[in-house]
């Protein structure tokens, strides 16, 4: 099955850092808008972040604007999100997708082939 795989996620205090990485499954990543989206308990799943095929078009969640970096390297077919200054409203479930449909870029609706996420705790 065409999948992402998520990793790279932890315990962390608050101020760290972390770097996600998406791996993608049997698809060629590079041809496809790549978001990564969090959930926390009891919240909706929420857009964090986006990259263009070109990569020169990135979008973010303004909560982690000057803090988060997206990018990818197409030769690993893997996209990456490099989590600084970290706070621990940041904990949450984080998943990366495809999107399929143009439109608003934190719309999960427009993203399949979710991943299981990977866990970011920020705590002291």
């Known amino acids: 099955q065409l999948q992402f795989v998520e990793s790279g996620g932890g315990l962390v205090q608050p101020g760290g850092s972390l770097r996600l990485s998406c791996a993608a499954s049997?698809?060629?990543?590079?041809?496809?808008?790549i978001g990564w989206f969090r959930q926390a308990p009891g919240k909706e799943r929420e857009g964090v972040s986006d990259?263009?095929?070109?990569?020169?078009?990135?979008n973010y969640a303004d909560s982690v604007k000057g803090r988060f970096t997206i990018s990818r390297d197409n030769a690993k077919n893997t996209v990456y999100l490099q989590m600084t200054s970290l706070k621990p409203e940041d904990t949450a479930v984080y998943f990366c997708?495809?999107?399929?449909?143009?439109?608003?870029?934190?719309?999960?609706?427009?993203?399949?082939?979710w991943g299981q996420g990977t866990q970011v705790t920020v705590s002291s």
């Open positions: 990259i263009s095929t070109s990569t020169d078009r990135t």
């Open positions: 049997k698809f060629t990543l590079e041809y496809y808008v």
């Open positions: 997708a495809r999107q399929f449909r143009a439109g608003t870029w934190s719309d999960t609706r427009l993203y399949d082939r």
